[in-house]
Each structure stands twice: as structure tokens, then as C-alpha cells.
């Protein structure tokens, strides 16, 4: 992409309404654009990363054994009205009349809906389990709607729900999804402690939140060092395995969050040298809830002895578009955005320095061809601007390599390499810089 070309209206000012941020930077990048409060519009950078982060987590869900649906966004009260949410969610639910007057919602979640599609098609233990589900837009009615895309009232949410004949398939589901959420994150470049969540009436110990560690994070997080030095991704998982040893093997280790912080606790379960106290971002909430849904709704299936039993369910939730945010809050310096590989919008920041000068001007198309032809997402700056101007601007975006074309170095035969995260640079030839990139 030229950056001539693109539609990334950036500013130079820090917005005033933003208090934190990464809500600044998506402003100042042109990321989004509030269309009204809680309510974003996707310039085309930002709608990359949110692309980016959503087929990350799609491709964990597929993963792990669940399948993807597609449910509306505007759902009919009856449902809730069964599940007896419709009075019980509060002014958090957008509320809606069609032309016949029949009361209709914006669906804030989707533990109703697909529980009727689940009731109305499979009626034998024989079809279970099954994890569905999907990636749409939700909408809540929050008070007081912040910080950007992180607390939005309209916001993407993956939403899976599983369903399973007894509470021990049920953990299962839930193992799964444990495990898959921890893949998710560290594959986003993140670093994620699972929480024990209140379960509410439910009870039981199967409902986490999966918080990840960022510097200006909301609340405060006390765990035990090993959460952040496991490699997630270098352990094999086989979803077909028993998964109780791994999630045990997590969930036995102090994690808390400022409300639930016991110090008297801390001390006792977590070694000295071992204790960590950072700052946190929730992204993710799993949750067993039994037949709380599946009751009402009467989703139901006949055991292998010929009853009829509602089935046991639970629901896994990831922000996906507060993710693009959690990922800047957990990823920026005083020049802007340092994105993870994975979710960067262009993984290069091509910027030439002298536009108007033809040497440069030929090696900068040369260059730039080169890199789309190895499939490398790249963004040519190939404006006639300072490069004051040039650095600022990709800094400001943050993509994770800068390739500075100049005309010094075309004479030497180099060009600089820059890393955004450490701000190493590095003189080489245009082959090995290429090499580098699409290596
Ligand atoms: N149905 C369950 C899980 S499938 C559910 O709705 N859980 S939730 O309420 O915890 O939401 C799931 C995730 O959505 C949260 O972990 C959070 O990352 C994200 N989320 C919730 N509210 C907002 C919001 N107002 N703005 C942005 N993201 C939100």
C-alpha cells in the first residue's frame, strides 16, 4: 500500500476526550473514529489489526474443536423473555420495536439464541458435544462508556458456547477453551494470567477471566512468575487428551486481581523470589454454567438410557475489538505503537527520504515491488514530506520494521533497517535487508 494513497487520516494533536493511551494512539493513528459514544467506525489500519486479531482467534476456536456460526445482531425478546434476562438485564440492553410493534433487541450476548438453535436440532446425546460459535457485533448500554474501543458500548465479542451431557463432558468443554485461550493470546503477542471469576449462583470453580499484563492496565494483578514464564505456544496440545492435569497445573497457581488480593495469602502460596504485582486488562471470561439456559429453553437430549435430560453448557468469551486496544496498552513507548508481529497492520514501514530524487525513487518502487512479491505487507511512504515527518508517522503507527531508503546510503549501496520495539538499526545491503524481511 502507498501511503499517498491510503486513507489514514492521522493527527497531530492529542485528542482531548481520550484518558488513556491507547485510546490516544488509535486516534492519533487513524485507526477509528468515535461515531458516537461507545460507538467506532474502522478507518482501514485499524480495521486491519481488528481483522488480524479476529482470525488469530478464529483460527484457535477451529482449533480446539469449536464451529463457527453466525447469529444476527437483532434478536426477538421472546427468548429472554423464557430465560427470564429480559426484565433481569436492565437499562444495559438496547431495546428495540419493530414495525409491528413487537418488542426486538440488540443482542448484548447470545447464551438464548443458541441454545434454541441447539434445542431445535439435536435431540440425542449421541450428537454431543458440540462447541459452537461465533464472532459478532454486541451492543450494552454502559453507563459510562471509556477509554475507546476497551469499553465500548457497541463491540466485537467471539462468543462460544458448549454443550454436553453431564458436568463431566461440560469440564471438558471448558478445559478446551481454557487451553485455547492461552494459545490465543500468547499467539497475539500477549502475556495472559487466568483468573478464578465469581461464579454467582452457579457455584463451582469453572469460571476465569483471562486478564493479559499491560503497564496502564485497570486493576491490579498479584500472581506467581511461572504464569509469565511458561511458553505456551512450545507445548504441544493434543485437544483430544485430558486437559484436567494443564488447567490444574494453571489454575493451582496464585493469580488475583486487587479485590480478591489476599497479602496474607500471597505470602503463603508463592514464593518470595516468585511474587509478581502488575497491571491488568480483561480480555477474555469463561464459564460454566450448567442448565441455567437449557432449562428454560428446555434444550434437552435423550441419554443412553432413554431420558430426557437438559443439557450442560458453558460460554467463552473473547473482546475482540478491545483486544486492538488491550494490544497497544500492553504495546506503545512515548513514540507510538509497537505492534506484535501478528496483528500489525504491515509488517513494513518502507520510507524513502527523497522522493523527488530519481536514484531514490527507482530503489523505492524496486523495493517496494520486491517486498509485495515475496508477500510481505508493506507501507511505502512515498510522500514528498521532512523526514522529521517520515520517522514521526511510523513511529506513530508502530509497524514492526522500518525500511529507511536515503540518499547517503544508496551511494554506500545500503539502506537501513530499523526494529520498532528495541529501535536497533542496522546499515546492510538491499538484498540482505529483503532477505531479513522475507525470511
Ligand atoms: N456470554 C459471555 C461469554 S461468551 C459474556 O458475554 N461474557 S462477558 O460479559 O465477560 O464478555 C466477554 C468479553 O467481552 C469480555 O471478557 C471483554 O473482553 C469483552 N467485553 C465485554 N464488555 C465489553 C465492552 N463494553 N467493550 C468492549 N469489550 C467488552
Known sequence: MRLSAYFMPTLKETPAEAEIVSHRLMLRAGMVRQASAGIYSWLPLGLRVLKKIERIVREEQDRAGAQEVLMPTIQSADLWRQSGRYDAYGPEMLRIADRHGRDMLYGP??????????????????????MLYHIQWKFRDEVRPRFGVMRGREFLMKDNYSFDLDYEGAKKSYNKMFVSYLRTFARLGLQAVPMAADTGPIGGDLSHEFIILADTGESEVFCHRDFLDFDVLGAEVDYEADLEPVVQAWTRLYARTDDKHDPAVFEREVPADKRVQRRGIEVGHIFYFGTKYSEPLKAQVATPGGESVAVHMGSYGIGVSRLVGAVIEASHDKDGIIWPEAVAPFKVGLINLKIAAPDCNKAGEEIYAKLQEAGVEVLYDDRDERPGAKFAGMDLIGLPWQLVIGPRGLDKGVVELKRRAGGEREELSLEAALARLTG
Open 109 to 130: 450476548t447470545n447464551e438464548e439464541l443458541i441454545t434454541e438453535i441447539f434445542r431445535t436440532s439435536v435431540k440425542s446425546y449421541r450428537e454431543l458435544p458440540r
